[in-house]
């Protein structure tokens, strides 16, 4: 193979491996590295965690970790693209993806074309695999809420309340799926965007009402949502019921120790805690990892978040600045709650741990959000110069 077709294989491969992003900011190829990082490590938790179940169902242990390389091929070449692409070629085209993820969600609840899966119906089959809207709508919902809180003092009411009833819409449709937790971050998030862009407190106030009683309703026309919540309260009243999933995790953690058992050598994963390769994938990770492996994830979590939040401050135009606010709320924020729940902080709720959790629409959507926080970091530098007329810059270049 001549040596020009072999660089052009192995980028195709890797897409996130390219020399031509040398000339971006510091901040943008810390993230990007960052983002390899936390990919890698939560690939390697996942072929641990996964590998029992994999062998017992299949016979082919490592069959659930080659289903989620090709989820991440795919993703990292649609982060190689995002990372590319102006954001205001982002945002145009997010606009008809919103729809076209908000009229999925519906089609989840047709009982004819949704997939239920341990009484949540969030699915919807593609061939021999499984979709999920309201993961694939994350990226769509920072892009969309930078756009309209960005934009917020320019727009009239009629515009400001179509989008917001958008959200709500959306929201409704996944709560209906039902899937409380993911309909929670995703209005948090909303949330905490605006309240980024400055929004009035009465109108964040009255949102964040809106919201509560939402969650409320959801918890009381659904048993096992208020079940998990007592059982978080005192998982060992109900050991081996509600509590039990619970239980399990803390086991799980507390037996890592310092260094943790070792890559592999997890005991809570066979046959004691459920789906550990998903929802639970950290009570894994920390039982093989231990302490010291814990601190480096939250040290991973906590240096990402800073990169995020300096790119906020760096950048200046409001639209950007809202993106990576959002980026930084999706991946870290949903970490931290995932994080809770395994180690009951938390009620027990259905979040995936960005990165780290089976699941395709997940990983394509935490690589997306990853890359549109890359991209915004990408326009750092660019964002602060000042363009002159051409008259006053030639006038400066002689002088």
């Excluded at 908000?102 to 997939?115: D, R, S």
């Excluded at 179509?162 to 937790?181: E, H, K, R, V």
């Excluded at 978080?232 to 507390?254: M, V």
Aim: contains cysteine.
């Amino acid at each position: 193979m001549a040596p020009n077709a072999r660089v052009k294989f192995i980028r195709y491969l890797l897409p996130v491996i390219d020399p031509a992003t040398q000339h971006w900011s510091r901040e943008s190829r810390l993230i990007r590295w960052l983002t390899l990082v936390w990919l890698s490590v939560g690939l390697i938790t996942l072929f641990s965690a996964s590998y029992p179940v994999a062998l017992a169902e299949t016979g082919i242990g490592w069959r659930f970790l080659a289903i989620q390389l090709v989820w991440v091929f795919l993703g990292l070449n649609l982060f190689n693209w995002i990372v590319r692409q102006p954001i205001t070629s982002l945002i145009r085209l997010s606009g008809v993806a919103f729809f076209v993820l908000i009229g999925l969600l519906f089609l989840t609840l047709i009982p004819a074309l949704g997939v239920t899966i341990n009484g949540a119906t969030r699915w919807l089959a593609l061939g021999p695999f499984l979709v999920q809207p309201s993961e694939l709508l994350k990226p769509l919902l920072v892009l969309q809420a930078a756009r309209l809180f960005g934009r917020w003092p320019q727009l009239a009411w009629s515009t400001r309340g179509l989008w917001i009833g958008l959200f709500a819409i959306a929201i409704a449709a996944i709560l209906l799926q039902p899937n409380l937790s993911t309909a929670a971050i995703c209005g948090l998030s909303l949330w905490l965007v605006a309240l980024a862009a400055g929004l009035p407190y009465r109108l964040l106030m009255g949102t964040a009402i809106t919201g509560l009683t939402a969650a409320l309703v959801s918890l009381s026309a659904n048993a096992y949502q208020r079940e998990r919540i007592t059982a978080f309260l005192n998982p060992w009243a109900d050991p081996t019921g509600n509590g039990y999933q619970l239980i399990q995790s803390l086991l799980a953690i507390g037996s890592g120790g310092w260094l943790g058992s070792g890559l592999g050598l997890s005991e809570q994963k066979l046959d004691f805690l459920p789906i550990q390769y998903t929802d639970f994938i950290f009570s894994v990770y920390a039982e093989e990892f231990g302490f010291i492996g814990g601190i480096f994830f939250l040290v991973l979590l906590l240096s990402y978040a800073t990169l995020a939040t300096l790119v906020a401050m760096r950048i200046q135009h409001p639209i950007q600045r809202l993106i990576a606010i959002g980026a930084m709320v999706f991946l870290v924020g949903q970490s931290l709650l995932n994080i809770g729940v395994a180690v009951g902080a938390l009620p027990t709720t259905g979040l995936p741990l960005p990165l780290f959790s089976y699941g395709g629409s997940s990983m394509i959507a935490s690589l997306a959000i990853a890359a549109l926080l890359t991209r915004v970091a990408r326009e750092v530098n660019t964002d602060n110069v000042v363009s002159l007329p051409l008259g006053q810059s030639l006038s400066r270049s002689q002088s």
